[in-house]
């Protein structure tokens, strides 16, 4: 039987990279507690695509 928790998966998407014009994403998939962290997470992770750290947001 499966647990039940609190933990949800989320995705990432950078904030930076619609700006640019270049094709493609950057997004990422990570998990949060969203007892603990009811609002929206925003973590610097590398984006590959522009080659260097960005914002990435919580998308719905």
């Known amino acids: ?3 039940k928790g609190n933990r949800i998966q989320v995705i990432l ?3 930076e ?3 640019t014009g270049k094709a ?3 997004r990422y ?3 949060k507690n969203k007892k ?5 997470m925003e973590l610097k992770k590398f ?3 522009l080659k260097k750290m960005t ?3 919580e998308i719905k």
């Open 47 to 49: 984006n590959p695509i």
């Open 55 to 57: 914002v990435h947001k």
């Open 17 to 19: 990279h619609k700006a």
């Open 36 to 40: 603990n962290s009811p609002d929206r």
């Open 1 to 3: 039987m499966a647990k």
């Open 24 to 26: 493609g994403t950057s």
């Open 13 to 15: 998407e950078c904030t």
């Open 29 to 31: 998939i990570t998990t």
